[in-house]
């Protein structure tokens, strides 16, 4: 069985709620450093600020200074210089605005402006409202990705392309979307 059939296998059997967050986080770090590693820098994870007051799931360095490669343009756009995800195995509840407002606190300047935040299932409508809002006064971009978005990365992996063209066109649909 190739390494791709086998993390949709386990994406697809993963327990939603408090029975699988940890397989979950697991799970996603492990497809994420298959996609993105390299060109990002392996993640740090479980980021704390200095006086512990943040902890960010993982953050993936970019040191991708060149355009001509999708991080390399997220790095110009965005200022996505360390690129951060945090993970949402909510069963029951829907990711909101409280989420995303704890995941922009967590986008300091150095940080830079693309956070992504890896879902069970899409957001309700107040998520993308406030996400919209942290946009317009601070030009931050939250994406929400869920696990169908990694199974068609992990499809484009397959094919030989870019995985990252995704995050591309998501950042482009966010600003299609954005009032």
Partial sequence: MSQIIDLVNRLENCSTG??????????????????????????????????????????FPNRNFDEKHNWGLLLRELQA??????????????????????????????????????????PERGAYIQRNSIYSRQGKVILFITREHLKEMLSIKERGEDPCDLIIDLVEQFYLQHE
Wanted: charged share 25%; proline share 5%; with cysteine.
């Fill in 81 to 122: 210089r360390m690129v951060l995800f945090e993970f949402k195995n909510y069963q029951n509840s829907k990711i909101g605005k409280e989420e995303v407002l704890q995941t922009d606190s967590y986008l300091s300047e150095p940080m830079g402006k693309l956070a992504i935040i890896i879902c069970n299932k899409l």
């Fill in 18 to 59: 408090e029975k699988g967050w940890q397989e979950f986080e697991v799970l996603c770090l492990e497809i994420l450093e298959f996609l993105f590693v390299p060109p990002l820098i392996r993640p740090i994870i479980q980021a704390r600020t200095y006086s512990g007051t943040h902890r960010r799931d993982a953050v």
